[in-house]
């Protein structure tokens, strides 16, 4: 899977990504044992706090890609743009290569699920209370 794919679906308008859920992204490159079973966490999580996330798969092509797009590893997984590991934003390593993640449990091939579903529900939050749905309501 070279590129970017779909999971469920793709962007249609503020109101109706405000019903759907948060932006997900599953950022990984060919050849990663992790990345599967990340999906998989991500859908998980989403079902236990009952958001579905539009989740999207970016493949990386190569280091320059991984550079230009901040990869810190795969798997990698941002909701709404944003990395769902705290303090994720203050790293700069950025390249083609296994993504160890250090949580609470130790050293992981993949991010806590508490902080996926923190990030998508502080995500699902922020769009329900953007959407404008919720403009006129009092």
């Given at each position: 899977m070279r590129g970017e794919h779909s999971v469920s679906g793709a962007y249609d308008g503020a109101a109706a990504a405000?019903?759907?859920?948060?932006?997900?992204?599953?950022?990984?490159?060919?050849?990663?044992?992790?990345?599967?079973?990340?999906?998989?966490?991500?859908?998980?999580?989403?079902?236990?706090?009952?958001?579905?996330?539009?989740i999207f798969?970016?493949?990386?092509?190569?280091?320059?890609?991984?550079?230009?797009?901040?990869?810190?590893?795969?798997?990698?997984?941002?909701?709404?743009?944003?990395?769902?590991?705290?303090?994720?934003?203050?790293?700069s390593e950025f390249a083609l290569a296994c993504r160890i993640y250090r949580g609470e449990a130790g050293a992981s091939k993949q991010p806590e699920s508490c902080w996926v579903r923190e990030s998508l529900e502080h995500a699902a939050s922020y769009r329900a209370s953007a959407s404008p749905l919720n403009w006129f309501t009092t």
């Amino acid at each position: 899977m070279r590129g970017e794919h779909s999971v469920s679906g793709a962007y249609d308008g503020a109101a109706a990504a405000a019903r759907r859920g948060p932006l997900g992204e599953l950022l990984y490159f060919e050849g990663c044992p992790s990345w599967r079973t990340t999906l998989d966490l991500i859908v998980e999580s989403g079902r236990d706090i009952d958001v579905q996330p539009r989740i999207f798969l970016v493949a990386m092509a190569d280091e320059v890609e991984a550079r230009r797009r901040k990869f810190l590893g795969s798997p990698s997984v941002r909701v709404d743009g944003v990395d769902v590991e705290p303090g994720a934003d203050e790293r700069s390593e950025f390249a083609l290569a296994c993504r160890i993640y250090r949580g609470e449990a130790g050293a992981s091939k993949q991010p806590e699920s508490c902080w996926v579903r923190e990030s998508l529900e502080h995500a699902a939050s922020y769009r329900a209370s953007a959407s404008p749905l919720n403009w006129f309501t009092t």
